[in-house]
């Protein structure tokens, strides 16, 4: 059974910083790109970072310089470094592994940004 088991989300004041984590088990952590999208209410699920198995790094444009995606494969886990975080960043993060056609999701975690 695949399971994307993601946390770290909440309530932070814009200028700050949340670090989401996705913990993957069921699947070969190592042959799968690994990314996070973001869902904000009405809107569709945009990529906003992706990482493949060699290391490759993707950004939407507008997180580019403020969020950071890394990988560990010891631990099966990919993480979210989002710095900088604006109110219009606020929205449910999922955790996404792929394979060629092949996709599994996490339950997604919200992000808050506000004052």
């Known amino acids: 059974q695949v399971q994307l088991v993601e946390s770290g989300g909440g309530l932070v004041q814009p200028g700050g910083s949340l670090r989401l984590s996705c913990a993957a088990s069921?699947?070969?952590?190592?042959?799968?790109?690994m990314g996070w999208y973001a869902q904000a209410p009405g809107k569709q699920r945009d990529l906003v970072a992706q990482?493949?198995?060699?290391?490759?790094?993707n950004y939407a444009d507008s997180v580019k310089g403020r969020f950071t995606i890394s990988r560990d494969f010891a631990k099966s886990t990919v993480w979210l470094q989002m710095n900088n975080l604006k109110p219009e960043d606020t929205a449910v993060y999922y955790c996404?592994?792929?394979?060629?056609?092949?996709?599994?999701w996490g339950q997604g975690t919200q992000v808050t940004v506000s004052s």
């Open positions: 990482i493949t198995s060699p290391g490759s790094t």
């Open positions: 069921g699947i070969d952590f190592n042959r799968y790109a």
């Open positions: 996404n592994a792929g394979r060629g056609i092949v996709h599994y």
